[in-house]
């Protein structure tokens, strides 16, 4: 089975920076598109960034700007950069991506707050 971990959540206070990791455990991890999403309380799940595998990335708006989606494919790890947090971007993370309908990781939880 293909598993991905994800890693890098905490508590930061609003303007700060996290980077949010997610490993894959599958050396085909270059050939499939990969996102983040977030879901916070009360809240439907969110898109928040997508990467294919060629590398073209998509942000959801209200992040553009701040975060930035990258991957490492040597690694099989996808990264989520996110800078100037604020309160609103509390959420659980999960990252997704793989073959049919993918795969999605166990959730990293980002609270910002001060």
């Known amino acids: 089975q293909v598993q991905l971990v994800e890693s890098g959540g905490g508590l930061v206070q609003p303007g700060g920076s996290l980077r949010l990791?997610?490993?894959?455990?599958?050396?085909?991890?270059?050939?499939?598109?990969m996102a983040w999403y977030r879901q916070?309380?009360?809240?439907?799940?969110?898109?928040?960034?997508?990467?294919s595998s060629g590398g073209s990335t998509n942000y959801a708006d209200s992040?553009?700007?701040?975060?930035?989606?990258?991957?490492?494919?040597?690694?099989?790890?996808?990264?989520?950069q996110m800078n100037s947090l604020n309160p609103a971007d509390t959420a659980v993370y999960?990252?997704?991506?793989?073959?049919?309908?993918g795969y999605w990781g166990q959730g990293t939880q980002v609270?910002?707050?001060?």
């Open 94 to 101: 999960h990252c997704h991506g793989g073959p049919r309908a």
């Open 40 to 51: 916070a309380p009360g809240k439907q799940r969110e898109l928040v960034a997508t990467i």
């Open 111 to 114: 609270t910002v707050s001060s």
């Open 63 to 80: 992040v553009k700007g701040r975060f930035t989606i990258s991957r490492d494919n040597a690694r099989a790890t996808v990264y989520l």
């Open 21 to 33: 990791s997610c490993a894959a455990s599958r050396s085909i991890f270059s050939i499939y598109d």
